[in-house]
């Protein structure tokens, strides 16, 4: 099983559920964090793993044989991204606006282009707190995240509950972590800006075609929109975590929730014992 867990925008707590979530669980299932967020990945940072295995992640890119080419410019008229510029007979490359899919290779009619391995981020498998831990990390100024997400996907182990800590937002990178996952968990603030943004990620899960929860973080401030939208579309409040300045003091030390609360456990258990109601219920239907 795979459950997302996802947010419209950062700063809701996505990272303080699904760690926690994942060390709960682990005590009776077993468990894999995935920490999703390559472009600023953190979940590290509450379970000090040791890392024991790191791989490269990398995308094709052109190359191409200044001495075959003739400057024709179809592989530049062909790129859907602007990625290629002929000017004269000498191409220059782009790669950051590049997305490897080979099109400029396969409509050179020279064939002056061949496609080379190029290093965007890595990957790594490690373990904290009795927890599998995998992560991915970008590399600096690299555009697309999404390559490393799928190559983080393709580590996780399919034989646990693998916890997805989705990236913020509802981009790309957003969509490449929870697609393919069983249910994703949606965390969100009780302001008009949690809303909005908690709109915006139902309707991926929507077109997606996964089912998905709410949580409610900083509950106890703001309004009561979230609640009074999530009962008139019928997605269902998983859990309440309350707004809690013990809470922000655990999480700013990199204390996990459930190891600064043990109280928090059968409540995280309880969660993940209503996703598996609802998937058994949607199976039914």
């Known amino acids: 099983m795979r459950i997302a867990v996802a947010s419209g925008k950062g700063g809701t707590g996505k990272t303080t559920l699904a760690v926690s979530l994942a060390l709960a669980l682990a005590e009776t299932h077993p468990v894999e964090l995935v920490d999703c967020d390559v472009e600023e990945p953190n979940a590290h940072i509450f379970l000090s793993p040791v890392i024991h295995e790191r791989k490269p992640v990398e995308i094709l890119v052109p190359e191409v044989d200044p001495q075959a080419c003739h400057?024709?410019?179809?592989?530049?008229?062909?790129?859907?991204?602007?990625?290629?510029?002929?000017i004269g007979r000498k191409v220059f490359f782009h790669h950051e606006l590049c997305h490897g899919c080979g099109l400029c290779r396969l409509v050179c009619p020279t064939v002056a282009i061949r496609e080379v391995p190029r290093a965007i981020g890595l990957v790594e498998r490690g373990e904290g707190k009795g927890l599998p831990f995998l992560r991915g990390i970008l590399n600096v100024g690299e555009p697309r995240a999404t390559p490393v997400i799928r190559a983080l996907k393709k580590?996780?182990?399919?034989?646990?509950?693998?916890?997805?800590?989705?990236?913020?937002?509802?981009?790309?990178?957003?969509?490449?972590?929870?697609?393919?996952?069983?249910?994703v968990v949606l965390v969100t603030e009780p302001t008009p800006f949690g809303l909005h943004d908690l709109q915006a990620a139902l309707a991926v899960t929507e077109v997606l075609g996964i089912p998905a929860g709410v949580v409610v973080n900083k509950w106890g401030v703001g309004t009561d929109d979230v609640e009074c939208f999530c009962e008139e579309k019928r997605v269902p409040v998983l859990l309440?975590?309350?707004?809690?300045?013990?809470?922000a003091q655990a999480y700013a030390n990199g204390i996990p929730l459930v190891e600064a609360f043990p109280e928090w456990r059968e409540p995280l258990r309880k969660l993940f014992e209503d996703i598996l109601l609802a998937l058994q219920r949607r199976g039914n239907d």
């Open 71 to 86: 400057g024709c410019r179809a592989c530049a008229e062909a790129c859907r991204y602007g990625a290629l510029v002929v």
């Open 155 to 183: 580590m996780a182990d399919s034989g646990r509950i693998v916890i997805l800590d989705s990236p913020p937002g509802t981009g790309c990178p957003m969509v490449e972590a929870v697609r393919g996952a069983d249910y």
């Open 240 to 247: 309440r975590i309350p707004w809690d300045k013990d809470i």
